[in-house]
């Protein structure tokens, strides 16, 4: 299985920079916080292969090691009612990292999914639908294009 070990240490970083990210005593570099969200959708991905191709091949460490990153990233996504970050930059990258905790966790299910037809590199959100955004997000790691979740961030207002 591939290593893990630097995007865990990526987002442990931005779980202990959250706090300053919230009250916009830091910022949060966007550029590279998109690049880390790139990598981590491309390593869930890796990993799923890896299960579906050779599930004997993986091991519990291995195993182990990805829900370690599923936490990490899950713990960055974690709900805040606050958000003082310039122009909800904070709270864009939560909802970014909130829609990739989500698939890192049901990624089969996602993959199935008959309503919502899976799109290769595609972070999609219903989120919008509870502040009168009537349509689904959509957010492609390969693109960069926020617009969606700022759109959501902005709606939220916090």
């Known amino acids: 299985m591939i ?7 990526n987002w442990s970083l931005l779980v202990e920079a959250k706090y300053d ?3 916009n005593e830091d910022e949060i570099n966007m550029d590279e916080y998109l690049d880390n969200v790139r ?8 990993v799923y292969r890896e299960i ?6 993986v091991n519990a460490y291995e195993i182990m090691t990805y829900f370690n990153l599923l936490e990490v990233i899950s713990n960055y996504a ?4 606050v958000d003082e970050s310039n122009n ?3 709270a864009v990258s939560r909802l970014i990292a909130e829609e990739l905790a989500g698939l890192a966790a049901n990624y089969l299910y996602y993959k199935e999914d008959e309503e919502e037809p899976f ?10 639908f ?3 955004i009537e349509r689904v997000l959509y957010y492609d790691v390969n693109k960069k294009d926020i617009s969606d979740f700022q759109e959501l961030a902005d709606a939220i207002g916090y």
Request: aromatic content about 14%; proline content about 2%.
């Open 52 to 57: 579906e191709n050779d599930l004997k091949s």
């Open 3 to 9: 290593d893990l070990s630097e995007l865990i240490n």
């Open 130 to 132: 509870e502040c009168e």
């Open 88 to 90: 909800h930059t904070f």
């Open 119 to 128: 799109e290769e590199g595609i972070l999609s959100s219903y989120a919008g």
């Open 21 to 23: 990210f919230i009250y």
């Open 39 to 46: 990598q981590t959708y491309e390593a869930v991905n890796a």
């Open 78 to 81: 974690a709900p805040c009612y």
